[in-house]
T-cell receptor, first 114, second 114 residues
Framework: GDSVTQMEGPVTLSEEAFLTINCTYT??????LFWYVQYPGEGLQLLLK?????DKGSNKGFEATYRKETTSFHLEKGSVQVSDSAVYFC?????????????FGQGTELSVKP | KAGVTQTPRYLIKTRGQQVTLSCSPI?????VSWYQQTPGQGLQFLFE???????NKGNFPGRFSGRQFSNSRSEMNVSTLELGDSALYLC?????????????FGPGTRLTVT
């Protein structure tokens, strides 16, 4: 079945360091891809998305490019801040049984130290 | 515009009991989805409702059920609770069905089964 695999955490970085969180997917057809972020005690917030191959999603300094040839959607940020500390989820979405659903990776916890 | 609200935020139940969780979507949103989040299994899709009809269902036992009302509010019910049902239950709403509609998540209901 369709699935998403993320690099395991926790990832610990110093402020202003470069961030990469790897995400690969397995899916038939043409899924849309997403990155969600979850801050402690909160629900999920959409960070960015890409709906077709070679699309680049970007938001708040984060970027990810939909690479169909490598089935990847890696999250990057050039300079992380303490406030970026959170759990990041990669997800895909397709139409299933006339509806849609999100399939999530296991999540990667990011901790940024001052 | 108010976000997705979920009630209650925290709940403690005993094994064998049943529980009902409530979700009020963003005004104007007609689709509601439910997800279960646990440390072991991560985020898993439970079901999706659109216009009071269940459009999609995840791989959960029949003890998990839901419904959607004419005002798009949704409830999910878990009967005969088991210890493994302890989780954060997240509700997400979107304007409609399909991949172009972004899902907005609520803060979740933390269910603890003792």
């Amino acid at each position: 079945g369709d699935s998403v695999t993320q690099m395991e955490g926790p990832v610990t970085l110093s402020e202003e360091a470069f961030l990469t969180i790897n995400c690969t997917y397995t899916a038939t057809g043409y899924p849309s891809l997403f990155w969600y972020v979850q801050y402690p005690g909160e629900g999920l917030q959409l960070l960015l998305k890409a709906t077709k191959a070679d699309d680049k999603g970007s938001n708040k300094g984060f970027e990810a490019t939909y690479r169909k040839e490598t089935t990847s959607f890696h999250l990057e940020k050039g300079s992380v801040q303490v406030s970026d500390s959170a759990v990041y989820f990669c997800a895909l979405s397709k139409i299933y049984n006339q509806g849609g659903k999100l399939i999530f990776g296991q999540g990667t916890e990011l901790s940024v130290k001052p | 515009k108010a976000g997705v609200t979920q009630t209650p935020r925290y709940l403690i139940k005993t094994r064998g009991q049943q529980v009902t969780l409530s979700c009020s979507p963003i005004s104007g949103h007609r689709s509601v989805s439910w997800y279960q989040q646990t440390p072991g299994q991560g985020l898993q899709f439970l079901f999706e409702y659109f216009s009071e009809t269940q459009r999609n269902k995840g791989n959960f036992p029949g003890r998990f059920s839901g419904r959607q009302f004419s005002n798009s509010r949704s409830e999910m019910n878990v009967s005969t609770l088991e210890l493994g049902d302890s989780a954060l239950y997240l509700c997400a709403s979107s304007l409609g069905q399909g991949l172009r509609y972004e899902q907005y998540f609520g803060p979740g209901t933390r269910l603890t089964v003792t």
